[in-house]
């Protein structure tokens, strides 16, 4: 017997006896989406069986106070997600098989005893990653003083970026709701191209770009395109954890190289693993020490990578904020030999939550990375893509990274005032001329870790230095610091956190 036959052989309830519908007319909520909201629920608890017969939308409004249309517009809305089956000339069902029913799991009882305790098989990068650095703690339900790569998000120029974003949106064609390009889009790479070319040096063609969400998943895909399972890959000492471990995902061998005032030892390097496949710098503005790489030290990487055929990843995270002189040449600008792969992002310098970054690869890896990255997260959001060309090509952002760097110079001035005055004899910060977080020192013998936890338990974040440090040359036998940073804070709050990070210093001290 077909359904609709079922539905006929069962009687319909008594009227009103399964129906207690509550209707506010003040809520918010249309009253159309409360009558149906009250009859799926009666449904999908069983007060409702299924194929008993629905009352009729004529009774049900009379009965609920509510007019006809309002009922019918919960009908059909039960219709079409398949709650209710209508029968021409005899009226509407309950179906026999509702969706949440199809949603249930019924799971099997598990009898004592028979559950296996055994730990699930996990890949041994898993391990790897449990045992490298991590993010540092967080203070929850916040941004306070000092999380660390945090722009001046408050003096973003909302409105601009609102009318760009507004003005793309009325012009939407159904063509731009596909998926989008690999590379990303070509007017997005066009600006990247002319922008970086005059800011940082960078020596490019649009078709070396490949726009990606974050410079982490930058890292990924340039780690995926150049390194095999075991490759020996150059790491700074200390140096970000993120990186770290999306090295460790890919399975290198990581070589700790220690970072002095120069920036990373080329020559220790060299000594230690001269074969190795990949290094990996942030020369601008070394993470977390602020040191920049000296050009004798550019040099040398640069030579090195030509004799021993390897690839140098360059991090250029946040060197636009540089405070004094001309922001230096990016350590691709100086390549000759094609070993660079360059990574920048815009959620830095624009603001967070856009997850707009990009790479410029060697015209010899281009292929290999494209193909990688079809197999994996595809495009990038392309309408994102589309305001921030516009709000590229139309010259706000460099007028806003131009205003940001003003902003951030007096931030970080501020900061190292408050330390001058507030933390005399515990902290001694290191002037940084680029970036968004200062090198703070604490006393010779105490414990960083231990800094950084008391400075939780007053509601601020200090990233202890030693958690980036290895076990190796630039390891934990290192004087102790914090990194702080400063760019999402104002300057009274900057003065707070001060005051906030000293009490928890003086319960060490």
């Given at each position: ?67 006809r249309t309002t009922v019918l517009g919960a009908f059909d809305q039960l219709v079409a ?429």
């Amino acid at each position: 017997m077909n359904d609709v036959g079922e539905q006929r052989r069962h009687v319909p309830p008594r009227r009103g006896s399964a129906l207690l519908i509550a209707l506010d007319p003040n809520a918010a909520e249309p009253l159309h989406r409360q009558v149906y909201r009250g009859l799926r629920e009666a449904i999908v608890s069983g007060r409702l069986a299924a194929g008993v017969q629905v009352p009729s939308s004529r009774w049900l409004a009379d009965t609920l106070g509510v007019s006809r249309t309002t009922v019918l517009g919960a009908f059909d809305q039960l219709v079409a997600e398949g709650y209710i089956v209508g029968v021409v000339g005899s009226g509407s069902y309950v179906a026999h098989q509702v969706p949440d029913h199809l949603l249930q799991v019924q799971a099997e009882p598990v009898r004592s005893g028979t559950r296996s305790s055994r730990a699930a098989p996990l890949a041994d990068r898993v391990a790897r990653l449990r045992e490298s650095p991590r993010a540092p703690a967080h203070v929850a339900g916040r941004t306070p003083a000092f999380r660390l790569g945090i722009p001046p998000v408050d003096q973003f120029p909302l409105s601009v970026w609102s009318r760009l974003a507004a003005a793309r949106v009325r012009t939407l064609k159904t063509s731009q709701l596909y998926h989008g390009a690999p590379r990303g889009t070509s007017e997005l790479r066009d600006a990247i191209v002319t922008h970086h070319a005059a800011a940082r040096g960078v020596r490019c063609t649009p078709d070396q770009v490949i726009v990606v969400s974050s410079a982490q998943e930058a890292m990924d895909l340039a780690y995926r395109v150049t390194l095999n399972p075991g490759d020996a890959v150059w790491f700074e000492d200390p140096g970000y954890w993120s990186a770290l471990g999306a090295l460790v995902s890919a399975g290198a061998r990581i070589v700790h190289v220690p970072v002095d005032a120069c920036g990373l030892d080329v020559a220790y390097g060299v000594a230690a693993e001269p074969r190795a496949r990949l290094a990996y710098v942030t020369p601008s503005h070394q993470f977390p020490t602020g040191a920049t790489l000296s050009l004798e030290r550019r040099r040398a990487l640069l030579a090195w990578a030509g004799r021993s055929d390897a690839w140098i990843l360059e991090d250029d995270y946040d060197s636009e904020y540089r405070y004094t002189g001309r922001p230096l040449t990016a350590l691709q600008g100086l390549d000759t030999a094609d070993r660079v792969i360059y990574v920048g992002t815009f959620n830095k310098t624009v603001f967070p939550a856009l997850r707009l970054a990009y790479l410029v690869f060697p015209p010899g890896l281009v292929d290999a990375a494209l193909t990688v990255r079809a197999q994996g997260a595809q495009h990038a959001p392309t309408l994102d893509q589309d305001i921030l060309t516009d709000f590229l090509v139309g010259g706000h952002y460099a007028r806003h990274v131009r205003a940001m760097r003003v902003v951030c110079r007096e931030r970080r001035d501020a900061l190292i005032e408050a330390a001058e005055r507030e933390a005399a004899g515990l902290l001694q910060v290191e002037q940084a001329e680029t970036g968004l977080h200062v090198l703070a020192w604490l006393p010779p013998g105490v414990d960083d870790q231990a800094a950084s936890a008391a400075a939780i338990a007053h509601g601020v974040e200090a990233a202890a230095l030693s958690s980036y440090r290895s076990a190796g040359p630039g390891g934990p036998g290192g004087r102790g610091g914090l990194v702080l940073g400063y760019g999402g804070l104002r300057p009274k709050e900057i003065a707070t956190g001060m005051r906030a990070l000293v009490q928890a210093l003086r319960t060490l001290i």
